[in-house]
């Protein structure tokens, strides 16, 4: 199985180092030198890595035949793919793998369908599930343990305690004025 593990972002000084928007939770795994690299476009690898370290908290690669600064700029917004056995399992107790999250149905805690989880979606603040509703509508719900209260890969479901609003249109507003206006009447 194919896992994207980082994308390739600008070059950085001229002897052929990039910057990589890591997209794994275990870089010193996935990155570390010696890797060999899938790449989309195909054309671009296979990349096997040569040197790695962190300067100003950014991830920096060097790969075999990349040594001046015109080849890395080549190599610019390639994704970097790792091949992983589909049985390979975080080292974390709590974490999961984008492959064994898909197509997980969601439901809430009273059991009422949600939708099924058809993408993940990492930002910078938290990850996010796409949920396709039975009606074909979209909704996004962070993956957060305030929400997701259980992932059961045995059942194939996530279970879910969504605040209100988030996955209806009954949110409830509270405001401090609407209740210093209760006061005043």
């Not at 030198?33 to 060097?62: F, K, N, Q």
């Not at 994704?79 to 064994?100: M, N, R, V």
């Not at 939708?115 to 979209?138: A, K, N």
């Not at 259980?150 to 059942?155: V, W």
Request: proline share 6%; glycine share 8%; hydrophobic share 40%.
């Amino acid at each position: 199985m194919q896992l994207v593990v980082a994308r390739v972002g600008r070059a950085h000084g001229i002897k052929g180092e990039v910057t990589v928007e890591v997209r794994t939770d275990e870089p010193e795994l996935r990155l570390a030198p010696g890797a060999v690299l899938a790449t989309d476009p195909a054309s671009t690898g296979p990349l096997t890595i040569e040197t790695g370290r962190v300067h100003s908290g950014r991830l920096l690669l060097r790969f075999e035949g990349v040594h001046d600064r015109t080849a890395a700029e080549a190599l610019r917004n390639t994704l970097l793919i790792a091949e992983i056995d589909p049985e390979e399992l975080p080292e974390g107790e709590d974490e999961y793998y984008d492959h064994q999250l898909m197509d997980l149905d969601v439901v809430t805690e009273d059991g009422v369908e949600v939708g099924r989880i058809t993408e993940i979606s990492h930002l910078p603040s938290q990850d996010l599930f796409v949920v396709e509703r039975p009606d074909g509508s979209e909704v996004l719900i962070p993956f957060v343990e305030e929400i997701v209260a259980e992932i059961d890969l045995e059942e194939q479901r996530a279970v879910i305690t969504p605040p209100p609003g988030l996955i209806d249109d009954r949110a409830e507003v509270v405001s401090s004025r609407d209740s210093a206006e209760d006061d005043s009447a």
